[in-house]
């Protein structure tokens, strides 16, 4: 059974950084893509950026090009999203989450979810 637990959150000024980690087990994670989204009070859940395990190809929100780098470290089974030049719209619980097969930004077509960590950009 995949499991899925982040860490990382916090509350941060605007134009500060922070770096989410999410610990990722129960499987072998080869063919099978990593991704972020978030969800804001009153508003879906929304992709942020997503990683491909074998090759590490990416994708971004249009919102987060330019300030949100994500990686992966396969021999610690790990998915980073390093976030810079935080806005206090970047406010949200941010998911972790996977998929088997290639990159895709709908929350509806990933199957497993970690439980989410508060990231709060004060202005």
């Known amino acids: 059974q995949v499991q899925l637990v982040e860490s990382g959150g916090g509350l941060v000024q605007a134009g500060g950084s922070l770096r989410l980690s999410c610990a990722a087990s129960?499987?072998?994670?080869?063919?099978?893509?990593m991704g972020w989204f978030r969800q804001a009070p009153g508003k879906e859940r929304e992709f942020v950026a997503a990683?491909?395990?074998?090759?590490?190809?990416?994708a971004y929100a249009d919102s987060v090009k330019g300030r949100f780098t994500i990686s992966r470290d396969k021999t610690k089974n790990m998915v980073y999203l390093q976030m810079n030049s935080l806005k206090p719209e970047d406010t949200a619980v941010y998911y972790c989450?996977?998929?088997?097969?290639?990159?895709?930004?709908?929350?509806?077509?990933?199957?497993?979810w970690g439980q989410g960590t508060q990231v709060t950009v004060s202005s």
């Open positions: 990683i491909t395990w074998t090759v590490g190809n990416t």
């Open positions: 989450a996977t998929r088997s097969g290639f990159l895709r930004n709908d929350p509806w077509e990933y199957d497993s």
């Open positions: 129960g499987r072998t994670f080869g063919g099978y893509t």
